[in-house]
Structures are given as structure tokens and as C-alpha cells.
């Protein structure tokens, strides 16, 4: 039996909780939250964009604690899974990792690439896995790209267009905060970065440009250099201020003998394909790929289940290790200072 520690019981801590729940030979042991009454188990003030409602919870049998060296001292753990706000991902991960415990830690790895090289180290020392929590290529429409990109059945890749573009998060606090959650580049289009990284490799330049928001970037457009390959790939991301499309993001990805097409968008509340999962083939043919339901909590519990099988077998994640996170880190950081140059140049 794989015992599990949560440390931090928000929206995401909650998903991971129900998922945990239905991966055999996973039992969540601990939880670790500074709310008591969550502690108690009133989960109702927990929500989301997606998945359950936040309800009240049956937790006897897993200890509860609200400091966390308290839980690392008095519990024989085996993971730790870090759902905290991204500023303090760092600091728990590596009290985790001294304890001896392997870590899952929710994305981004860190604020800073400082931080992460940390992390990766304070593993690597302690002879721990550490896994991060980039879900992306867990969605059915992503692991269908990923697939079909990484197995030559279409031929070499060639580039790819990437877009992920939100309606500004007022109700999320401090999201404008560099140093606490990082606003748009480190919330959500390090997925894509994470993703780019994936397919593509490290790229060698970063070209952005964008407007600012409280000195972070707001909404911008990247383009990513490769010294050694052909590749054309681009990105757009960030927030606009009007709520009537609430999630946006999608791909066109070129391979030497198809492009995979998919775009999806939140709508006055109610989700829609602009473009369902499609490939282009090379006879002329656009043809629609049935990808079942994309429930989200299935990619979450897909996502969990590759962290628990590769811990069973003591083997690094093809996809959820802390280099590629890391460099998914580097890469925001060299989209932000290529956008802060341009500003200053103007």
C-alpha cells in the first residue's frame, strides 16, 4: 500500500483527494491544511471550474494536521503531494524530500528557475522521486497529439501553433503577484511551455511580445527557436478582461504527412468544440477523431496513476519529471524577459 500526505486542501488538493480514492493500492493517510474546518471535513466552500461541488467529507482514518513538520515527523508516508499556492511549492517540497519522502508537486515546480534547480538537487541528494503535476498531456486531445506526434506514424514533426487564453481571474487572490502565484505565464501557459518542451525539445531563442498587467505579462504571443531543427512553433496566452468566454485553448500541430487540429472554449458558462480533435490527412481528408467524454477528472486520475506507477516501479515519469518542469520554468522566464526588453527598447 502506497500512503499518501496531502499538503494543502484547495480545489486542486480536492481532486487529488477523489482521485487518489479510486487508484488501488493508493490510500490518502494524511492531510495537511491550515483551515480546521476543512481538517473536519466541511469541504462546501471548495470550488472549481470544473469537476464536483466541494461537500462535507467522511475523513476518519487519515490523520489531519495543520503544520506540516508535524505531519512529516509523526507519519510513515510515502508521497507527498504538494497542492499549496506556487510560492511555497519550494519550500515544502524540500522539507518532504530531507524527510525522506518521494514528492508529487503541483505546477508550476516554482516561481523561480533558482528554485527549481533546488528542488531537482535536494532529489536527486536524497535519492527521492520528484514528480510535477503538468496534467496537459493527460487530456484525451493532448495524449492524442502526443501520440501521434511521438510515434513517426505521420512522419517528423515540423511545428506546431499553441493557444491558452483566459478571462481575467478576479476572483483568484494575489494572482497578479509576481511572487506569489505569477499571474498568466506561470499559471496557465506553462502547461503549454511544459507541452512545447515535450514534443520539441529545450528551445535555443525565445522572441515574445505582449502588453503588461501590475509589471507581469497579460497577453502575449512567443515565438520559439530551435539551433538545430526546422521547427516553426508558436504560442499565444494570457487573460482579456471581458468574462463572456471564460477558457480558451487548442493546437494545430504539422507533421510531415498530417496536422492535428483541436480547439475548445468556455461560452457564457457552457463548454464547446470550435474545432473537435481533427487530423488532416495526406489524401485530402479532414477527418474527426472520437476521443470518448474528456471528463477533466479523468485526465486527473490518469496523470495521478503514471505518478503511482512509476514510484512502484522506482523509475523517473516520462512526463511528469522535474527537468522537463524545470525547463518549463526557464522557458516562461525567457518569454518574460523577451517581453520586459521589448518594452524598454519602445
Not at 69 to 75: C, G, I, P, R, S
Not at 211 to 219: S, V
Not at 235 to 251: I, K, L, P, W, Y
Request: charged letters at 25%; hydrophobic letters at 45%; glycine letters at 8%.
Amino acid at each position: 500500500m502506497i500512503e499518501v500526505g496531502i499538503v494543502g486542501l484547495g480545489f486542486m488538493g480536492m481532486i487529488h483527494y477523489l482521485s487518489y480514492r479510486n487508484i488501488p493500492g493508493v490510500r490518502v493517510a494524511a492531510i495537511c491544511e491550515s483551515k480546521q474546518s476543512r481538517l473536519e471535513g466541511d469541504w462546501t466552500d471548495i470550488k472549481g471550474n470544473f469537476g464536483p461541488a466541494g461537500e462535507q467529507m467522511d475523513l476518519r482514518g487519515v490523520a489531519t494536521y495543520s503544520n506540516v513538520d508535524e505531519m512529516l515527523a509523526a507519519t510513515n508516508l510515502d508521497l507527498i503531494d504538494v497542492t499549496l499556492p506556487p510560492a511555497l511549492h519550494a519550500e515544502v517540497t524540500l522539507k518532504a524530500l530531507a524527510a525522506g519522502k518521494h514528492v508529487f508537486c503541483e505546477k508550476p515546480m516554482s516561481l523561480t528557475s533558482a528554485e527549481c534547480q533546488r528542488m531537482s538537487a535536494a532529489a536527486a541528494a536524497a535519492d527521492r522521486r520528484l514528480f510535477v503535476g503538468h496534467v496537459l498531456p493527460f487530456f484525451p486531445e493532448y495524449a492524442w497529439a502526443y501520440e501521434a506526434a511521438t510515434s513517426g506514424r505521420y512522419g517528423a514533426l515540423r511545428g506546431g501553433a499553441f493557444r491558452r487564453v483566459i478571462s481575467n481571474p478576479a476572483w483568484l487572490k494575489n494572482y497578479w503577484t509576481a511572487d506569489q502565484v505569477g499571474g498568466p505565464l506561470f499559471d496557465l501557459h506553462v502547461h503549454d511551455a511544459h507541452f512545447i518542451r515535450l514534443l520539441f525539445g529545450m528551445p535555443d531563442d525565445v522572441v515574445s511580445r505582449g502588453r503588461m498587467r501590475d509589471g507581469l505579462p497579460e497577453f502575449w504571443h512567443s515565438f520559439f527557436s530551435f539551433a538545430d531543427k526546422d521547427y516553426v512553433v508558436e504560442a499565444t496566452s494570457g487573460t482579456v478582461d471581458q468574462q463572456g468566454r471564460a477558457f480558451n485553448h487548442g493546437f494545430e500541430i504539422h507533421l510531415e504527412r498530417a496536422t492535428l487540429l483541436f480547439e475548445f472554449s468556455v461560452l457564457n458558462g457552457a463548454g464547446t468544440y470550435l474545432c473537435p480533435p481533427t487530423i488532416l490527412d495526406e489524401s485530402g481528408k479532414a477527418e474527426r477523431v472520437d476521443l470518448g467524454s474528456g471528463d477533466p477528472m479523468d485526465a486527473f486520475a490518469a496523470e495521478l496513476r503514471n505518478v503511482i506507477e512509476s514510484l512502484r516501479k522506482n523509475q523517473e515519469s516520462e512526463i511528469l519529471n522535474g527537468r522537463l518542469a524545470e525547463d518549463a520554468v526557464k522557458i516562461c522566464d525567457l518569454e518574460a524577459a523577451s517581453i520586459a526588453a521589448s518594452r524598454i527598447r519602445r
